[in-house]
Structure formats: structure tokens, C-alpha cells
Nanobody, 124 residues
Framework: QVQVDETGGGLVQPGGSLRLSCTVSGLLIDDYDMGWFRQAPGKEREAVSCINWSGSITAYADSAKGRFTISRDNAKNTLYLQMNSLKAEDTAMYYC?????????????????WGQGTQVTVSS
């Protein structure tokens, strides 16, 4: 059974940093493209950043460019999201997702596996 576990969320002040981790068990992530998504209260879920199976290609939402960095360690079956210069509008539940790898064209609409999410709250 596949399990996707996000960690690293929390309460941080504006301008601060957090590093999210997503550890997957039950499959080898080097067969999968992966991504980070978020959903704020009252809003639709949106893609934050995605990465191809090898980590050689990444994509970012405009809101994340220059502040967030997605990376992966296939040997550890883990995906990361380094978030710097956090803003109040980054407050949301952050989800990790995985989908079978195809030629990478950015974040996709549908993913095979999702985690339960980790809450990020940016507030003074």
C-alpha cells in the first residue's frame, strides 16, 4: 500500500523559512513525477511546484518563483520544498502528490497518490 507523508509545516513569521518533506512508501518515486500543491480556506487547490522523475526539470507557480525550491532525493524516496521569504498569503495546507512519469510538461491536473497535507501558517 502506498503511503505519502508530508512533514515540516508549522507557524512562521512573515519573511521566515520552512522546509517541507514528503516521504513515500510502497513505491519507488524515481518512476514518478511529483509536485507540491496547496489549498487555503475557501480557495481551490493550486499547484505550487512540480518536478520530473529525475529532478532535472522543475516548474513553479508565479507566486513561488524566486522564493520556493523543489527538490527530490530518490535514494531516500523523498520530495522537498524549501520555502523562503514566506508571506501571509502562503498560509495553506500543503500537499504532496505523485504521478507516473511521462515527458514532463509541468504540473498536471491529476495525480495518482496524495498525502494528507501539512499546515503552513505565516503570521506575526
Amino acid at each position: 500500500q502506498v503511503q505519502v507523508d508530508e512533514t515540516g509545516g508549522g507557524l512562521v513569521q512573515p519573511g521566515g523559512s520552512l522546509r517541507l518533506s514528503c516521504t513515500v512508501s510502497g513505491l519507488l518515486i524515481d518512476d514518478y513525477d511529483m509536485g507540491w500543491f496547496r489549498q487555503a480556506p475557501g480557495k481551490e487547490r493550486e499547484a505550487v511546484s512540480c518536478i520530473n522523475w529525475s529532478g532535472s526539470i522543475t516548474a513553479y507557480a508565479d507566486s513561488a518563483k524566486g522564493r520556493f525550491t523543489i527538490s527530490r532525493d530518490n535514494a531516500k524516496n523523498t520530495l522537498y520544498l524549501q520555502m523562503n521569504s514566506l508571506k501571509a498569503e502562503d498560509t495553506a495546507m500543503y500537499y504532496c502528490a505523485a504521478v507516473r512519469a511521462v515527458p514532463f510538461g509541468g504540473c498536471r491536473d491529476e495525480y495518482d497518490y496524495w498525502g494528507q497535507g501539512t499546515q503552513v501558517t505565516v503570521s506575526s
